[in-house]
Antibody, heavy 121, light 110 residues
Framework: QLLLQESGPGLIKPSETLSLTCTVS??????????WAWIRQPPGKGLEWIAT???????YYNPSLKTRITMSVDTSKNQFSLKLSSVTAADTAVYYC?????????????WGQGTLVTVSS | QTVVTQEPSFSVSPGGTVTLTCGLS?????????PNWYQQTPGQAPRSLIY???TRSSGVPDRFSGSILGNKAALTITGAQADDDSDYYC??????????FGGGTKLTVL
């Protein structure tokens, strides 16, 4: 059974860099059939795709965020990560990691439970 | 940037049929947009319903179906049930690895 678990700071100050990690169990981040993604949802609002990464480190970023984000894969730990720099209150959201079946209908097939990140001084 | 449009809200009676749509602020949705649909209840992660326009995800009842209607993607719920009362999101592929979610539709079953 595939499980994805997000981990992050919970609370972060404005202008700092947010670091999030998704730990994958039940599959390998090196599985050549799949990509891995981050998606966020501000409180009471809709979903926003942030970025997608392939194990070979190919990355795709949301154009509106690309100057602030870096996504990477750690195959030794079976994890993938997101860094978001210069955060503001607008970055307060539940952050989800997901398996992205990019080559199969662009399908976000499996999601973690999400982690709430609050940006506040 | 292209905006993906959804009805903000919709209501349906139990047992009724409802069609939610997903469009583009500029242009038409086609199968090459690989429309996906997700269902979300409060406090929960989204659940995949439909991908690649009309393929049901594992375990999704066949009362949920996806299609292209005119220039939009559509999610049809036939025989709505009380637990279909949820938020529904579509996502479209824009090319070059970029995906964009719609703003979501709040469906009320009453």
């Amino acid at each position: 059974q595939l499980l994805l678990q997000e981990s992050g700071p919970g609370l972060i100050k404005p202008s700092e860099t947010l670091s999030l990690t998704c730990t994958v169990s039940g599959d390998s981040v090196s599985n050549s059939n799949f990509y891995w993604a981050w998606i966020r949802q501000p409180p009471g609002k809709g979903l926003e795709w942030i970025a997608t990464v392939y194990y070979s480190e190919s990355t795709y970023y949301n154009p509106s965020l690309k100057t602030r984000i870096t996504m990477s894969v750690d195959t030794s730990k079976n994890q993938f990560s997101l860094k978001l720099s210069s955060v503001t209150a607008a970055d307060t959201a539940v952050y989800y990691c997901a398996r992205h079946d990019y080559g199969s209908g662009n399908h976000f097939a499996h999601w973690g439970q999400g982690t709430l990140v609050t940006v506040s001084s | 940037q292209t905006v993906v449009t959804q009805e903000p809200s919709f209501s349906v009676s139990p047992g009724g049929t409802v069609t939610l749509t997903c469009g583009l602020s500029s242009g038409s949705v086609s199968t090459s947009s690989y429309p996906n649909w997700y269902q979300q209840t409060p406090g929960q992660a989204p659940r995949s319903l439909i991908y690649n326009t009309n393929t049901r995800s594992s375990g999704v009842p066949d009362r949920f179906s996806g299609s292209i209607l005119g220039n939009k993607a559509a999610l049809t719920i036939t025989g709505a049930q009380a637990d279909d009362d949820s938020d529904y999101y579509c996502v479209l592929y824009m090319g070059s690895g970029v995906s964009v979610f719609g703003g979501g539709t709040k469906l009320t079953v009453l």
